[in-house]
């Protein structure tokens, strides 16, 4: 892509003719999760209204932002029709090496995962995800996207529609939407308008520059590769990525006496490169950026009809590819409980759901994320500094130092607490269901047999006496998996999943995630039938649920404060 797509404003409709009825779910933002979400709900059979105040994908250009793209977000686009454009585009790596003193020290293999739908993770320009969704969206009668149109007001009220003022090139207008989804960003205007500040758990004064090249011809090996303490970068940290169009993503730390401004010359940047690669070779700069992080994430994802997602409700380091892939998650957790809300099947404490199970989420990803960011840079942390330089001393000559380098733990998807929308104690209650092959001729994998809502995946060869398979707008499907199998399909359920054909059933929710497992002696339809009619129903307006009471569990911010490591 040598230059970002330019999508047309039209006039809204509402600026000539009122709507009668309020839009469903008007989407703030058509970044990378705003655009997921929409994809999300139209394909459920929800009208969207998207309002971004844009007029093309990506930020500032060619920008890459995020750009590393895991396992789970693969498997999330499957489902939303788009991974195999982002797998073509993309870059997959499964090697990554940490080097110190400018010597190799520590790595990594992603083993390949032939048993899987998607091996790994792949590389790709964040603005091609968010162009490939936006073609997605333009082919869906449902999707309204409205581009120019800035969201400068917002009036909410808890039992009404919230009415959003939007200013476009032809003036203001009013519209009004049942719920709002704010997507706005870090930033977030729609936060600022009601008031609502993040809680912030540290800032940090550290930063660093982006400067993404394109460099053809080039004999790099295509791996994630880190120097801690690079000659070349005046002792600094350097990370270099693979990404689309012979282009390298590349972020250098700056020293923390130096001029960002200074930093982002052309001459300074390109004497930066030269002197990482060794020698003056010729090169493009696509794009360049300099960037610092915090972490923070608001108390409450739900204020009223307005909900947050990506990071408008949560921001976290860019170690371990924790942001863009956080926000699909966001989206995929809410895009299932909004549109059964909005057809009647679930009262509105199901999207009270949504704010406990991705805060816990975030809070998972900025407590990995702050350990990342603490090795990288322990800042005025004297203890944490010596620690830091005594193991990068060590580790070009002492395996266990080597393994205590810590600049990212790859992104996991998350593991949902236990709730009526996960229940049990099987080890995979919570989890994100691994998208196993089951045939390899055709290569049908475990999530094409789900169906658009719950399902109950019966592993054997026949569905129990008195259960019928469901047709695709069933609220709940039942689906023997053995009937799909070939023989390594079956060897490779019971590797990844530790789950024989022995009759057992799996409840699955919409989202891929496990909500509950029974065996073969416990199995009971009505039961299970019972399990989804109170997910759908549960105890409503943020109330401190437990448990045993067959709420959600309340998770206080004394707990949270306390998992996390102590500030800098």
Same mark, same amino acid.
């Given at each position: 892509?040598?230059?970002?797509?330019?999508?047309?404003? !039209?006039?809204?409709?509402?600026?000539?003719?009122?709507?009668?009825?309020?839009?469903?779910?008007?989407?703030?933002?058509?970044?990378?999760?705003?655009?997921?979400?929409?994809?999300?709900?139209?394909?459920?059979?929800?009208?969207?209204?998207? +309002?971004?105040?844009?007029? &093309?994908?990506?930020?500032?250009?060619?920008?890459?932002?995020?750009?590393?793209?895991?396992?789970?977000?693969?498997?999330?686009?499957?489902?939303?029709?788009?991974?195999?454009?982002?797998? #073509?585009?993309?870059?997959?790596?499964?090697?990554?090496?940490?080097?110190?003193?400018?010597?190799?020290?520590?790595?990594?293999?992603?083993?390949?995962?032939?048993?899987?739908?998607?091996?790994?993770?792949?590389?790709?320009?964040?603005?091609?995800?968010?162009?490939? $969704?936006?073609?997605?969206?333009?082919?869906?009668? +449902?999707?309204?996207?409205?581009?120019?149109?800035?969201?400068?007001?917002?009036?909410?009220?808890?039992?009404?529609?919230?009415?959003?003022?939007?200013?476009?090139?032809?003036?203001?207008?009013?519209?009004?939407?049942?719920?709002?989804?704010?997507?706005?960003?870090?930033?977030?205007?729609?936060?600022?308008?009601?008031? !609502?500040?993040?809680? @912030?758990?540290?800032?940090?004064?550290?930063?660093?520059?982006?400067?993404?090249?394109?460099?053809?011809?080039?004999?790099?090996?295509?791996?994630?590769?880190?120097?801690?303490?690079?000659?070349?970068?005046?002792?600094? #940290? @350097?990370?270099?990525?693979?990404?689309? =169009?012979?282009?390298?993503?590349?972020?250098?730390?700056?020293?923390?006496?130096?001029?960002?401004?200074?930093?982002?010359?052309?001459?300074?940047?390109?004497?930066?490169?030269?002197?990482?690669?060794?020698?003056?070779?010729?090169?493009?700069?696509?794009?360049?950026? @300099?960037?610092?992080?915090?972490?923070?994430?608001?108390?409450?994802?739900?204020?009223?009809?307005?909900?947050?997602?990506?990071?408008?409700?949560?921001? @976290?380091?860019?170690?371990?590819?924790?942001?863009?892939?956080?926000?699909? %998650?966001?989206?995929?957790?809410?895009?299932?409980?909004?549109?059964? $809300? !909005? %057809?009647?099947?679930?009262?509105?404490? +199901?999207?009270?759901?949504?704010?406990?199970?991705?805060?816990?989420?975030?809070?998972?990803?900025?407590? %990995?994320?702050?350990?990342?960011?603490?090795?990288?840079?322990?800042?005025?942390?004297?203890?944490?500094?010596?620690?830091?330089?005594?193991?990068?001393?060590?580790?070009?000559?002492?395996?266990?130092?080597?393994?205590?380098?810590?600049?990212?733990? +790859?992104?996991?998807?998350?593991?949902?607490?236990?709730?009526?929308?996960?229940?049990?104690?099987?080890?995979?209650?919570?989890?994100?269901? /691994?998208?196993?092959?089951?045939?390899?001729?055709?290569? !049908?994998?475990?999530?094409?047999?789900?169906?658009?809502?719950?399902?109950?995946?019966?592993?054997?060869?026949?569905?129990?006496?008195?259960?019928?398979?469901?047709? =695709?707008?069933?609220?709940?499907?039942?689906?023997?998996?053995?009937?799909?199998?070939?023989?390594?399909?079956?060897?490779?359920?019971?590797?990844?999943?530790?789950?024989?054909?022995?009759?057992?059933?799996?409840?699955?929710?919409?989202?891929?995630?496990?909500?509950?497992?029974?065996?073969?002696?416990?199995?009971?339809?009505?039961?299970?039938?019972?399990?989804?009619?109170?997910?759908?129903? /549960? /105890?409503?307006?943020?109330?401190?649920?437990?448990?045993?009471?067959?709420?959600?569990?309340?998770?206080?911010?004394?707990?949270?404060?306390?998992?996390?490591?102590? &500030?800098?």
């Amino acid at each position: 892509m040598t230059e970002l797509p330019l999508y047309p404003y !039209l006039r809204p409709d509402e600026m000539d003719r009122p709507r009668a009825e309020p839009h469903p779910v008007a989407i703030v933002g058509a970044g990378l999760t705003g655009l997921s979400l929409a994809l999300d709900l139209v394909r459920r059979g929800i009208p969207v209204v998207v +309002l971004d105040d844009d007029n &093309t994908v990506g930020v500032r250009g060619l920008a890459s932002r995020g750009m590393v793209w895991a396992q789970r977000t693969l498997d999330i686009f499957d489902r939303l029709g788009m991974a195999d454009a982002v797998v #073509a585009k993309g870059v997959r790596w499964n090697v990554g090496r940490v080097l110190c003193r400018d010597m190799a020290v520590a790595s990594f293999t992603l083993q390949a995962q032939p048993d899987m739908r998607h091996n790994g993770f792949i590389n790709l320009q964040q603005y091609y995800l968010e162009a490939f $969704l936006v073609e997605a969206l333009q082919r869906e009668p +449902l999707a309204d996207l409205r581009w120019l149109n800035q969201v400068a007001g917002i009036e909410s009220c808890t039992d009404g529609p919230v009415t959003l003022r939007v200013q476009t090139p032809d003036g203001a207008y009013r519209t009004q939407a049942r719920w709002v989804v704010a997507c706005d960003g870090a930033n977030s205007a729609v936060r600022g308008m009601l008031g !609502l500040h993040p809680r @912030v758990y540290d800032r940090t004064e550290d930063r660093w520059i982006i400067i993404d090249i394109v460099l053809r011809g080039t004999t790099w090996p295509e791996e994630r590769w880190t120097w801690l303490d690079a000659r070349s970068n005046h002792g600094r #940290a @350097v990370w270099r990525h693979k990404m689309a =169009d012979d282009t390298w993503r590349l972020d250098f730390q700056l020293r923390p006496d130096e001029d960002p401004e200074a930093a982002a010359t052309d001459a300074a940047m390109r004497q930066r490169v030269w002197d990482l690669l060794g020698e003056r070779v010729d090169f493009d700069i696509a794009w360049h950026g @300099v960037w610092a992080y915090r972490h923070e994430c608001l108390d409450d994802l739900r204020h009223g009809r307005v909900l947050f997602a990506g990071d408008s409700a949560h921001l @976290v380091a860019p170690f371990g590819a924790r942001g863009g892939n956080g926000g699909i %998650q966001d989206a995929d957790n809410l895009g299932w409980k909004l549109a059964l $809300l !909005l %057809q009647g099947r679930a009262g509105p404490g +199901l999207l009270d759901s949504y704010g406990a199970e991705r805060k816990h989420a975030a809070m998972e990803n900025i407590r %990995q994320a702050r350990r990342s960011s603490r090795f990288v840079y322990p800042g005025a942390a004297r203890s944490a500094a010596l620690w830091r330089d005594a193991i990068i001393a060590l580790a070009p000559r002492h395996e266990i130092a080597a393994r205590m380098i810590n600049t990212g733990r +790859l992104c996991m998807p998350a593991v949902y607490p236990a709730s009526p929308l996960a229940r049990g104690a099987h080890e995979h209650t919570g989890r994100a269901l /691994p998208n196993v092959v089951l045939r390899q001729a055709d290569g !049908l994998s475990l999530h094409a047999l789900l169906g658009p809502w719950f399902t109950v995946l019966v592993f054997d060869d026949a569905l129990p006496a008195g259960v019928a398979g469901a047709h =695709d707008d069933a609220l709940l499907r039942w689906v023997a998996v053995g009937s799909w199998c070939d023989a390594r399909g079956r060897a490779a359920l019971a590797h990844q999943l530790g789950q024989a054909m022995d009759g057992g059933a799996w409840l699955v929710r919409p989202d891929h995630h496990v909500m509950a497992v029974s065996d073969a002696q416990t199995l009971a339809p009505a039961a299970i039938t019972d399990w989804v009619d109170a997910a759908l129903s /549960p /105890p409503c307006a943020h109330a401190e649920f437990l448990p045993e009471a067959g709420g959600l569990p309340h998770i206080s911010e004394g707990a949270i404060h306390a998992a996390l490591p102590a &500030t800098t």
